[in-house]
């Protein structure tokens, strides 16, 4: 189904009622990368892929918890007839460097990518420059992502059909966005709003490429995008561990009363991965109150994030700070 200009769905649609993971497809023969499954939001993600059939790379930062988490998911999962493999590939998307290795070895073990999962990221963090001197943030959850995607879109056009999954938060609501730039000045540096700009990021990208996929007439690969709404996972707790006393009693009270389980929070990434009626420009997230806790539903994002004109404006930025063209055809 073809987006409007705008990157809106032309026509209305739902998920099915309390959508879960035993309506996970069969996934088998699908190779998937899930980056930052050692924990959270990710590891479940990828349980539920293997469980289902799939194939899946744990692309994490840190290759003990990788290992560790490669070793759960198979005990996890071993009862399930027909569960996938599980591979460990070592990625920290905040050096662009690191994309390049992992894609590089990616490659070598295989020919297509049919679920590409960008969930790995980090928030709360205080003003501090990645290994190629862009702001944290930032670089883990957006410039890392974009580049990753460019280096594998050949495997992903090799696939039947391919879907991106690009993992944005309720967040991109608090965004600033600011034409022809990227990230804030240090002495300007705000946790909240330079986390919410990242995430306004993801969707720009995930809507962009969505457009361009079609304009290039290519209708084997969807992107899409979600959230977790306020979700128990690592990404919050570390948050937490961050600042003054008040933030972190806040972070914690969030944690004890607002959020749910990971495995619930999982689930939108989960039907924007697998589901079959999926669309390019689609946004899913928890369907209850807020959209912080529930099954999930079809849902739009905030309005700037479905401005054709900004997330190309921010696509041209991102290509010309890393240096390269993210070419689409």
């Known amino acids: 189904m073809p987006c409007k200009k705008d990157g809106t769905n032309t026509q209305t649609r739902s998920v099915p009622d309390k959508w879960d993971a035993s309506n996970i ?30 194939d899946v790379v744990l692309a994490c930062r840190n290759p003990e918890r990788s290992a560790a988490a490669a070793e ?24 662009q460097s690191s994309v390049k290795t992992f894609s590089d070895e990616f490659l070598k073990r295989h020919q297509k990518l049919d679920i590409l999962v960008n969930n790995a990221g980090c928030m709360g963090l205080p003003y501090k420059k990645s290994s190629d001197g862009f702001e944290l943030m930032v670089a883990t959850n957006h410039l890392g992502p974009f580049t990753l995607t460019a280096s594998l879109m050949d495997a992903l056009k090799r696939s039947p059909s391919a879907r991106v999954v690009a993992l944005s938060s309720g967040m991109h609501h608090s965004a600033k966005y600011t034409p022809g ?79 749910q389980s990971t495995a619930m929070g999982a689930l939108p990434t989960l039907y924007a991965a697998v589901a079959p009626d999926v ?27 479905r401005s054709p004109e900004a997330a190309a404006d921010v696509w041209a930025t991102t290509e010309n700070i890393l240096g390269f063209k993210f070419k689409i055809e």
């Open 181 to 259: 730039q990227l990230f804030m000045p240090e002495d300007k540096h705000s946790e909240t709003t330079v986390y919410g700009n990242s995430k306004l990021y993801n969707l720009f990208f995930a809507f962009e490429l969505g457009r361009r996929l079609e304009s290039a007439g290519i209708s084997n690969i969807t992107s899409v995008a979600c959230h977790p709404g306020a979700t128990d996972s690592s990404l919050l707790s570390n948050a937490g561990n961050q600042g003054i006393f008040l933030k972190r009693w806040l972070y914690s009270f969030m944690n004890a009363t607002l959020t």
């Open 279 to 305: 669309k390019n420009g689609d946004f899913y997230g928890p369907g209850g109150i807020a959209s912080m806790r529930g099954y999930p539903s079809l849902q739009e994002p905030a309005e700037i994030a």
């Open 72 to 95: 759960a998911i198979r005990e996890e999962i071993k009862a399930d007839p027909g569960h996938g493999r599980i591979e460990e590939i070592t990625l920290d998307t905040s050096s």
């Open 25 to 54: 497809p069969s996934l088998k023969d699908k190779v998937a990368i899930v980056t930052g499954a050692n924990s959270g939001i990710g590891f479940i993600t990828a349980i539920e892929l293997a469980r289902h059939g799939a």
